[in-house]
């Protein structure tokens, strides 16, 4: 799994600097969403992947052995689709024999990654932002053979906690327009009994196929009833094209949103000005000096590009700093031995590192040790559970003016007492 050499061919390999000089690379692949619908999401986690990954090369590189390596990234576009993503992940796992994989980004691609590549090969797999339910269910079963983490929490929760926003907000008579894949049908299948329960009623569910040219007729039929909102489970693409249409076909300029949404190029594609009732969800995040970190350096590291708020950026920094953690913690690029160190790097007992190069810094220090650590990350603590799956508070947010403000917060507990409840 040492790596000696770059390779250039089809990928986009990243050399990322920093003042050691090592005497290794160490390859880490990345198969996320450069285009598509989720080409959004893909282009700011890779940003992030990056970012991580420099802070820690600037911070000395990661021991191997006896030799110091520097981490390289090998982004490969998933394109948003299962099939190229999962052709993407099996030429890194055999012709560039990478111990980890981070991505995908949507559900739909991070499931099949897992169930033909990384599962069947013993190669890691890190989401930051994968959010199905399903995926808890293949490690339930046994199927994801403990190769699985994610860094945003699962939509079995959420779709409760979007429920309650939902009425809390005046949404109480919706329409649902969902993206037709494991992501869209799980989102849908938690929220509605929540939100019937709660004394909200959904008029119609309608399923839609991505990368359409026009979704007229998903719209005329969510418009039958007169509903007082649109819930809209989609991508910044596909929801764009298909919030237009709403509004132009008469729909009421309300809504509900996935965590997705919570997008620059969402609002400015559909306009401002029709989207200031319109109210979302998302996996939350706890102020730590992370936090503060990341918000202060990842605009300028982006070149401006993103914001540090965009969709997956928070948690992709999270999943390549605990990689790249995991890997100095083993002292190997053995894939079973970074799967270990994973958990080990979050140990309750350990001493809190921050992210930074300053804060990889001390980690790698205290790892050279033989110390623990508790890796503190921009989204938060983070803990793993046996199925990979983290837990955390929930966002609750609304656009006004263009800018999309956090107007609540629902902690896991809270959702999970409410979600009983409900089930009683």
């Known amino acids: 799994m040492l790596r000696t050499s770059l390779f250039a061919a089809t990928a986009l390999v990243l050399t990322l600097g920093g003042p050691a000089q090592a005497d290794c690379t160490v390859t880490i692949g990345s198969v996320v969403s450069l285009t598509g619908p989720a080409g959004p999401y893909g282009q700011a986690a890779a940003k992030s992947i990056e970012l991580a990954f420099r802070d820690i090369n600037e911070s000395g590189g990661v021991k191997v052995g006896n030799e110091s390596c520097r981490l390289v990234v090998d982004v490969r576009d998933a394109q948003s689709q299962g099939t190229v993503a999962v052709d993407a992940a099996r030429q890194l796992v055999d012709l560039k024999k990478v111990p980890v994989i ?78 037709n894949n494991d992501f869209g049908r799980n989102m849908i299948r938690e929220f509605q009994p929540a939100f019937e329960k709660m004394g909200g009623t959904v008029l119609s569910v309608t399923p839609y196929n991505e990368s359409q040219p026009s979704y007229a007729a998903e719209v005329t039929q969510a418009m039958a009833g007169e509903p007082d909102a649109l819930y809209l489970i989609s991508y910044p693409g596909d929801g ?118 300053e804060g990889m810094k001390q980690a790698l220090t205290l790892i050279g040790e033989g110390k623990p650590i508790r890796y503190v990350g921009v989204i938060g603590p983070v803990q793993f559970d046996q199925y990979g799956d983290i837990t955390g508070p929930f966002r609750l947010w609304r656009i006004q003016n263009g800018e999309v403000t956090t107007v609540g917060q629902m902690s896991e507990e809270d959702v999970a007492k409410l979600k009983a409840e409900l089930a009683g």
């Open 102 to 179: 981070i991505g995908g980004i949507i559900s739909s691609v991070s499931i099949p990654i897992l169930t033909s590549v990384t599962a069947p090969s013993g190669i890691v797999q890190v989401s930051p932002a994968s959010s199905s339910p399903t995926l808890t269910e293949l490690a339930r079963k046994g199927e994801s053979k403990g190769w699985f983490f994610r860094t945003i929490t699962s939509d079995a929760l959420q779709g409760v906690a979007a429920a309650k926003h939902a009425i809390d907000s005046g949404l109480t008579r919706l329409s649902v327009i969902h993206v």
């Open 240 to 357: 764009a094209t298909i919030a237009r249409q709403w509004i132009s076909q008469g729909g009421p300029r309300k809504f509900l949103l996935n965590d997705g949404m919570n997008s620059a190029e969402f609002i400015k594609n559909v306009g401002a000005e029709y989207l200031n009732d319109a109210f979302g969800t998302s996996s939350g995040t706890t102020t730590t000096p992370s936090t503060e970190y990341f918000n202060s350096v990842y605009k300028d590291w982006t070149g401006g590009q993103f914001e540090p708020g965009a969709p997956a950026a928070d948690r992709a920094y999270d999943a390549a700093a605990l990689v790249g953690l995991a890997i100095a913690k083993a002292g190997s690029t053995e894939p079973a031995a970074i799967r270990d160190s994973i958990r080990a790097v979050v140990a309750s007992d350990g001493t809190v590192v921050h992210a930074g190069p």
